[in-house]
């Protein structure tokens, strides 16, 4: 691959006919059209933030180095950017006014409002740039190791990198557009950022893992296909499945293994509204720790008593029942155990120490029974183990 280092182009022919449309992943161009800011293969724009594009702008205005900038040339005197789409699109914005900075007492400035000397400063400072010409896998290959050091690229990212092409672009149209009216729906189910790729992550995790193979595989196997049906149809079969199962949605549901659910219980019927009563009430109860595991609880029959961590005795109470147990043991002369008291064997009159019993609920937390001194009996550990949920 060869690289040529050019020293001659400015932030003012960088920004020259510049084009950003506002829905990401579209019409983003500079060099007075010869550049390409955004190929299919970069990630969206992510430094909108109010911090990251002002802390573009203020290097360039304090004469800090604003670090190499890597293109690819695609043809003649036609470019795209490798590396550096996030630092020229803050300044290409900048100075087409789409944001301001601050000056030294706060008050917000646009690029056409500075002082000449500043708005020069800028236009005429100059910018590193590393022209790189060579076949697409050395291309894509030089892109994931530049993007080792900075924002990191995360694993789809990379990805779409790789597998750049039809299906990558129409991919980001539908789950890497902020604009999409979907978002908010698909964010009570999957934690993450659009523009950082997570939701077309998911989906892609999803259909592949119902297909019993890797995201790389599935997406080299579809790299020139610009039809996603097959994506989005399962991605909303899961989702479809989830609100029709849960008509309520809460917090604790984001980040949860939906696709993994899906392909497990969807052929399970369930009632809604009984799912939906029963969720309130384990959403209620405080003895339920982990309110994350309530969704996978209810899917499995509610057999899985460990998947709430449901809460468990306290030590005082635990030594107050040992405490009034073994008095009534000895004074009967049985065992402390009510379990071995009831028996036949060598321990009918045992007395256990604390650290040979566990507190157990005399009814089952998953039979109603509450987590109180009330409904707490201490016994001996092979009768607690052995008495599971019953």
């Not at 992943?25 to 430094?47: A, D, F, M």
């Not at 509610?302 to 809460?311: A, I």
Request: charged letters at 25%; aromatic letters at 12%; proline letters at 3%.
């Amino acid at each position: 691959m060869k690289t040529e280092l050019r020293t001659d182009i400015t932030v003012a022919d960088m920004c020259k006919g510049f084009v950003y449309n506002e829905y990401e992943g579209k019409g983003l161009y500079g060099l007075s059209g010869k550049l390409t800011i955004q190929p299919e293969y970069q990630r969206n724009y992510i430094y909108a933030d109010g911090k990251k594009d002002v802390a573009v702008i203020d290097s360039v205005l304090h004469g800090y180095p604003l670090g190499l900038i890597y293109f690819n040339k695609v043809g003649e005197d036609r470019y795209e950017v490798l590396d550096g789409q996030q630092r020229i699109t803050s300044l290409g914005r900048f100075v087409t006014g789409r944001f301001s900075i601050f000056d030294q007492n706060g008050t917000p400035q646009v690029y056409s409002g500075l002082a000449e000397d500043l708005r020069k400063r800028i236009d005429e400072t100059p910018l590193l740039v590393y022209v790189c010409e060579g076949t697409e896998s050395e291309i894509r290959e030089w892109f994931k190791t530049i993007n080792i050091a900075g924002v990191p690229l995360n694993q789809q990212e990379l990805l779409n990198a790789v597998y750049s092409g039809p299906f990558v672009s129409a991919l980001k149209a539908e789950l890497s557009n902020s604009q999409n009216a979907n978002v908010q729906r698909w964010s009570a189910y999957i934690v993450g950022d659009v523009k950082r790729q997570d939701f077309l992550a998911c989906a892609l995790k999803w259909v592949s893992q119902s297909k019993k193979k890797d995201v790389g595989t599935y997406m080299s196997e579809h790299r020139f296909d610009s039809n996603t049906g097959e994506v989005m149809s399962y991605f909303n079969s899961v989702l479809n499945w989830a609100e029709a199962v849960f008509p309520k949605t809460y917090s604790q549901m984001r980040g949860l293994p939906w696709g993994d659910w899906f392909e497990q219980w969807h052929t399970t019927p369930y009632d809604p509204q009984a799912v939906g009563e029963t969720v309130e009430r384990l959403m209620a109860d405080y003895c339920v720790k982990n309110k994350k595991g309530i969704f996978e609880y209810v899917l499995g029959g509610c057999q899985e008593t460990e998947l709430l961590d449901v809460r468990v005795f306290d030590e005082a109470t635990r030594r107050s029942v040992y405490a009034r147990q073994t008095q009534e043991a000895e004074a009967q002369g049985i065992s402390n155990c009510p379990d071995c008291a009831l028996g036949h064997e060598s321990t009918r009159t045992k007395i256990w120490r604390l650290a040979e019993m566990d507190a157990d609920h005399v009814t089952a937390w998953s039979k109603g029974g509450a987590t109180d001194p009330a409904n707490c009996q201490m016994l001996c550990k092979r009768h607690n183990r052995a008495k599971g949920n019953r």
